[in-house]
């Protein structure tokens, strides 16, 4: 698809904007604004505009609407010890695909998520992971992700 394009440091609030649209699709409601949003903000601020940082973003403009985004892909690399299926121990994370409301069904996450898992390819990373909503769970399988074994926990404390 055209019109896909790594985000720069310009599209920093519309990604921030996305994250919430996605946050409140996965969570059933809209988070509350706050000092996530402001967080959020800075990290964007500070990794766009490094080509050799190891976050990476892709949007979609808004069709007829400049300074809007009508789509995004967002993710990570991580640095982990290697093992014997991945020796790199490079691993990568999507952690942000999102859509307005208005651009759904035309392909535009799909492409965001494609030109991110080439930015992962580009940067030797193999394996990619993510978690996903029950609607973009066939996306998912399309571009080859599978549900894994591994049972994942969290802990979330003070600091």
């Given at each position: 698809?055209?019109?896909?394009?790594?985000?720069?440091?310009?599209?920093?609030?519309?990604?921030?904007?996305?994250?919430?649209?996605?946050?409140?699709?996965?969570?059933?409601?809209?988070?509350?604004?706050?000092?996530?949003?402001?967080?959020?903000?800075?990290?964007?601020?500070?990794?766009?505009?490094?080509?050799?940082?190891?976050?990476?973003?892709?949007?979609?403009?808004?069709?007829?609407?400049?300074?809007?985004?009508?789509?995004?892909?967002?993710?990570?690399?991580?640095?982990?010890?290697?093992?014997?299926?991945?020796?790199?121990?490079?691993?990568?994370?999507?952690?942000?695909?999102a859509t307005d409301p208005a651009y759904r069904r035309r392909g535009?996450?799909?492409?965001?998520?494609?030109?991110?898992?080439?930015?992962?390819?580009?940067?030797?990373?193999?394996?990619?992971?993510?978690?996903?909503?029950?609607?973009?769970?066939?996306?998912?399988?399309?571009?080859?992700?599978?549900?894994?074994?591994?049972?994942?926990?969290?802990?979330?404390?003070?600091?």
């Amino acid at each position: 698809m055209s019109g896909v394009r790594r985000a720069s440091v310009d599209d920093a609030r519309e990604l921030v904007r996305l994250r919430a649209v996605m946050l409140g699709a996965m969570g059933g409601s809209p988070p509350e604004p706050g000092e996530w949003q402001h967080t959020a903000l800075r990290t964007l601020r500070r990794q766009l505009p490094d080509p050799e940082a190891d976050l990476a973003a892709y949007v979609v403009d808004a069709p007829g609407r400049p300074g809007t985004l009508a789509a995004c892909a967002v993710g990570v690399i991580d640095l982990r010890l290697g093992g014997p299926a991945d020796p790199s121990g490079q691993s990568g994370y999507v952690f942000n695909v999102a859509t307005d409301p208005a651009y759904r069904r035309r392909g535009f996450s799909r492409a965001c998520l494609v030109a991110l898992l080439d930015w992962f390819g580009t940067r030797g990373v193999r394996t990619v992971d993510l978690k996903t909503s029950p609607e973009g769970e066939s996306l998912y399988r399309e571009l080859g992700f599978r549900l894994t074994s591994t049972a994942a926990m969290r802990r979330v404390g003070r600091l």
